[in-house]
């Protein structure tokens, strides 16, 4: 079973190298039909997907829920091609369409010289926005999450430094420490990690989601600064990197969550509806 894994690794990554050098346009219609062809033979992470949407998304009717869970797995069959991309292809094909609001939040808070956490969540176009954040960082990290297959992780890794100066594993908090007090911008995304230890009730869509708070406590021992950051694809291709104002620190992680429910009913279908939400 694990061999068989690290051979469809393998395969995929070939199949992207090769429609890589393919133009934009047709790249994104093979995406659209890989998400298509997922929606239907993975019914599993489809079912998870309805349940979330269908419990966050209250006032859509069912009929447009399903619609947004068909159009979500569309979304995650493009974010492939992206991803593939900025890994190792012509990342200028994403980069000369990415624009960023809020720089100036970002600009201002690595004048400061504290550290800043990028705090991001897990949306569909999260791979592409790093080949545009680099120029304005002067030196990037990021947290990612170890993968089981070997082979995918070492892939992953060398695609993501790409553009990343620094990458550590999620439970290397002595990493992340370290790198705010070098005045690093870190990006972390936290909305799918919540351990027991570090996490605090909050209100999501109505419900009360456990959220991983662990933010708080980097922000009391390295005095850094943390903006809220999202990207979305847009109706015209292009694509949206948006930087929020520093959030409060009284209530740090209620904040979080609710810029990004705000951002999520602005691009419901590219959220990462796959992953189990809720009980």
């Keep these: 079973m694990m061999i068989f894994r690290y051979l ?30 997922c929606y239907i033979f993975i019914p599993k992470r489809r079912k998870i997907a309805f349940s979330n949407i269908n419990q966050c998304l209250n006032e859509n009717t069912i009929s447009e829920k399903k619609q947004i869970t068909k159009n979500h797995f569309i979304s ?5 091609i992206e991803m593939h991309l900025v890994w190792f292809g012509d990342q200028k094909k994403i980069y000369d369409n990415q624009k960023i609001i809020g720089l100036d939040y970002l600009t201002n808070s690595v004048a400061e010289g504290r550290g800043v956490i990028l705090l991001s969540a897990h949306f569909a176009t999260l791979e592409g926005i790093f080949c545009s954040l680099k120029e304005h960082c002067p030196k990037l990290a990021a947290m990612y999450r170890v993968q089981k297959n070997t082979v995918w992780n070492k892939i992953m890794t060398k695609g993501r430094s790409r553009n990343i100066d620094f990458l550590f594993a999620h439970t290397d908090i002595k990493s992340m420490i370290k790198s705010l007090n070098d005045n690093y911008v ?25 959220f991983n708070s662990a933010t708080e406590d980097l922000v009391k021992i390295t005095d850094c600064v943390v903006l809220t950051q999202f990207s979305r694809r847009l109706k015209d ?27 999520i009913l602005r691009a419901k279908e590219q959220y990462y509806w796959v992953h189990k939400r809720f009980k």
């Design 8 to 37: 469809i690794v393998g395969i995929s990554r070939i199949f992207f190298k090769l429609i890589n050098t393919l133009p934009l346009g047709i790249q994104m219609i093979i995406g659209h039909l890989i998400g298509l062809l």
């Design 76 to 80: 995650l069959g493009k974010s492939l």
């Design 186 to 210: 870190v990006w972390y995304a936290p909305d799918q990690h919540y351990a027991k230890k570090r996490s605090r009730e909050v209100n999501f869509f109505g419900h009360k989601v456990s």
């Design 237 to 263: 291709g292009s694509y949206e990197i948006e930087i929020g104002r520093p959030l409060s620190r009284e209530n740090l992680t209620q904040e979080y969550v609710s810029r990004l429910e705000e951002y």
